[in-house]
């Protein structure tokens, strides 16, 4: 019974990606709103990313610190295994699972309060292709500005493990920054871009199936929002095991 609900869903997600995925009717219209995400999905989480982890940073510093206490390891690892945390997994993965419960929570209460106020039937009637309309732009605007967010996140987390040696004197500054500079492997970065993108399109698309196929009132929006930031989340943990396998085997 739940394998053949699980089909019913992805099969109705799939006709939902059908018509997400078509030529928008009017390409000026469509670029205001993909800037206006790009604002509102995209600039707006930068704070969050930066406080979020700097802490992450300087916690997987000092845990290092205090893992790498052994006279066989060199004074160097700090920096090193803090850098492959922060590019391997947290700013990619963990940094998803948290915007999707920001920006995922947020796309299926939005869309899920316009079905309900009945706006979505609104653009049928005017024969505006309103998935199109309504998620394109939202996708579009994750999945663009995903690396930018990671990026940020990785830069900033270095940052963190730095102002731990530079503040609290655990562990030297120069072997800090010489950590983070030995064996550096350029791939894991790509690889860290790559899975963003994934999870950027997980992030976006849905929470919006979710919203988009809401049925009754504010409690059911509230449902559908909490619903989709399951599901992505278990997708988005799924598909790092999968990519992780793929990219680094």
Not at 38 to 56: E, W
Not at 141 to 149: D, G, H, K, R
Not at 203 to 209: D, F, Q
Not at 221 to 228: L, M, W
Request: hydrophobic content about 50%.
């Amino acid at each position: 019974m739940v394998i053949t609900e699980s089909l019913k869903t992805f099969g109705k997600y799939c006709l939902f990606m059908g018509r997400v995925f078509t030529i928008p009717d009017k390409m000026r219209v469509f670029g205001r709103r993909y800037i206006d995400e790009i604002m509102k999905l995209g600039i707006d989480s930068i704070p969050l990313v930066i406080i979020i982890s700097i802490f992450i940073g300087a916690v997987c510093a000092i845990q290092m610190h205090l893992n790498t206490t052994s006279p066989l390891m060199p004074r160097y690892a700090v920096g090193l295994a803090t850098r492959e945390i922060i590019i391997l997994e947290f700013s990619s993965s963990m940094l998803c699972l948290i915007l999707a419960g920001k920006i995922g929570s947020n796309i299926a209460s939005e869309i899920g309060t316009m079905r309900v106020t009945e706006q979505i039937d609104a653009l049928e009637i005017m024969g505006v292709n309103s998935a199109n309309y309504l998620v394109l732009p939202k996708v579009l605007a994750m999945v663009s500005f995903i690396p930018v967010l990671v990026i940020f996140s990785m830069c900033t987390g270095l940052f963190g493990g730095y102002l731990i040696a530079a503040v609290t004197n655990m562990f030297s500054v120069s072997k800090y920054l010489y950590g983070i500079q030995s064996f550096f492997n350029d791939w894991y970065v790509w690889y860290a871009l790559i899975k963003s993108l994934i999870f950027a399109f997980i992030i976006a698309t849905v929470p919006a199936y979710y919203g988009y196929y809401v049925k009754g009132g504010s409690l059911e929006v509230g449902k559908a929002s909490t619903n989709s930031v399951v599901a992505s989340s278990i997708l988005i943990l799924l598909m790092d095991v999968v990519l992780t396998k793929v990219l680094l085997q």
